[in-house]
Every structure is written in C-alpha cells, then in structure tokens.
C-alpha cells in the first residue's frame, strides 16, 4: 500500500524537505503547490498577461495556483498543512478546509504558538503534529504498522 502525500503550506522553510528526507525507504509520493514564491505570484500574469492593478495581477496567479493545488489535493491520500511562525498562510487555511470537505485525511503542522487560532483547523484534522519527524512517523506508522524506535 503506497501513499500519495499533499505537503501544503508555508514556503520560507525546509520542512518539506525533513519530511521527504525522513520518509526515504516508504512507499510515498510527494506533491506540493509551486514553492518558488515569484513564480507562483507573477504565473498568473506571466501566462494570461500583464495586470496594471495588483488585486487582478494575485487574483490571476491565485486561479492558475488553484488548479494545481485542487488537483494535487484531489489525488492525495493524505494531506499535509505546515502553518509556519512567521507568516500568515491564508492559503494554507483554504487547503486544509477544501481537504477535510473532501475526506482527505489530514495532518495539520504549527507549533504550539498557533494552538489557539487554528482550534477549528485543528478540530478537522486525524492529527496534529509540531515538527516534521513526527509526520513522518505517522506515515511509517500507516504504511508498515510500526512504532518509533
């Protein structure tokens, strides 16, 4: 039995990257949305055409961000949301909600700093986790059934 993980979220660290590296060995697909932060701003314009006014210049890139992220959430088994300290990931909010509207299961990542404001994400979520060894784990644990050593 394989998996195929959605890893949503904050760009500005490398937790996708402890994860994959952590995960070597496991039977997992990995997908995520673009993490180049200019591209998956300017995609939109980029591809459609130029937009004097920023609100329709985001809205562009948002729509085109959106079929990739619809799609890679749509073909996961499990998804992943890293809601990270620095930033305020809207985003990663709207993934983690369109995820659990489609019965995804879904693990939630922020450290105890966000316990409070993200109570009702969490409530939707099968687990939450502070660092990303311990979503690695929970993968290991689905696919072989074996505990942390």
Not at 12 to 35: C, M, Y
Not at 76 to 104: H, T
């Amino acid at each position: 039995m394989g998996l195929n993980v959605y890893l949503s979220g904050e760009i500005h660290t490398d937790w996708r990257d402890q994860i994959i590296d952590g995960a070597e060995g496991l039977d997992v697909t990995f997908n995520s949305p673009v993490t180049d932060h200019g591209a998956s701003d300017d995609c939109g314009v980029a591809i459609l055409g130029a937009e004097t006014n920023k609100y329709w210049h985001d809205h562009k890139g948002a729509m085109v961000n959106a079929i990739r992220t619809r799609k890679g959430i749509a073909d996961a088994d499990v998804v992943v949301v890293r809601f990270g300290d620095k930033y305020k990931q809207w985003n990663a909010a709207f993934d983690a909600g369109y995820a659990a509207a489609l019965g995804k299961s879904l693990i939630v990542l922020h450290g105890p700093d966000h316990q409070h404001a993200l109570k009702e994400v969490d409530a939707a979520a099968l687990a939450v986790a502070e660092e990303p060894v311990q979503v690695v784990e929970i993968l290991r644990y689905v696919l072989t059934g074996k505990l942390p050593r």
